[in-house]
């Protein structure tokens, strides 16, 4: 069983940056493949980016490419997203999420993954 916790959601203006953490129970979440998800009202969950077990392959959604960067600490068991130059369609509830069977076709899916943390509000104000 994994648990995950997200923090550093907030309020931001827009062209600002802010970034989040992910923190991950478990004696293995080095070997996972990590991702960040998320969902504005009224909108399924989308994929926003991906990272090996190493940091060796990342993947991102086209429309974060270039402002936001996904990065991981294993000895901290924690995973980051720094984001930048926020737009306020960047708003939603972004989660963090464990994909414990490795790179998989489906790792920017959400059915890639097998564990989810319960997500940390980003509000970006025009």
């Known amino acids: 069983q994994v648990q995950l916790v997200e923090s550093g959601g907030g309020l931001v203006q827009a062209g600002g940056s802010h970034g989040l953490s992910c923190a991950a129970s478990g004696r293995t979440f080095s070997s996972y493949v990590m991702g960040w998800f998320r969902q504005a009202p009224g909108k399924e969950r989308e994929f926003v980016a991906a990272?090996?077990?190493?940091?060796?392959?990342?993947n991102y959604a086209d429309s974060v490419k270039g402002r936001f960067t996904i990065s991981r600490d294993n000895a901290k068991n924690t995973v980051y997203l720094q984001m930048n130059s926020l737009k306020p369609e960047d708003t939603a509830l972004y989660s963090c999420?464990?994909?414990?069977?490795?790179?998989?076709?489906?790792?920017?899916?959400?059915?890639?993954?097998?564990?989810w943390g319960q997500g940390t509000q980003v509000t970006v104000s025009s």
């Open positions: 990272i090996s077990w190493n940091g060796d392959s990342i």
């Open positions: 999420a464990a994909a414990t069977r490795g790179w998989s076709p489906f790792i920017a899916t959400t059915r890639g993954y097998d564990y």
